[in-house]
């Protein structure tokens, strides 16, 4: 996969691709894809913000990272923008 550069911060842009979406994003693909080098960091600063990150484990038995479309409050609003 290609690198992309990221025009945002890292939990602004792991909030819009992740939350309520239905997909997930392991460390190895955030690592590869977008440069994030440490997700379960960045994942960590978003469950104190509030969020509900869940996690999964993908098919190859990694653990990867999925965040619901409302916060802890039921509140649809960004928190990172």
Do not use: C, P, W
């Amino acid at each position: 996969m290609a690198f992309t550069t990221l025009t945002s911060t890292q939990k602004a842009f792991v909030e819009s691709h992740l939350r309520g979406t239905g997909r997930t994003m392991s460390s190895a693909q955030a690592r590869e894809t977008y440069g994030i080098k440490n997700l379960r960091a960045v994942v960590s600063t978003m469950r104190q913000a509030g969020l509900r990150v869940r996690k999964e484990l993908n098919t190859t038995g990694k653990t990867a990272y999925m965040i619901s479309r409302r916060d802890e409050l039921g509140v649809q609003s960004k928190i990172y923008s």
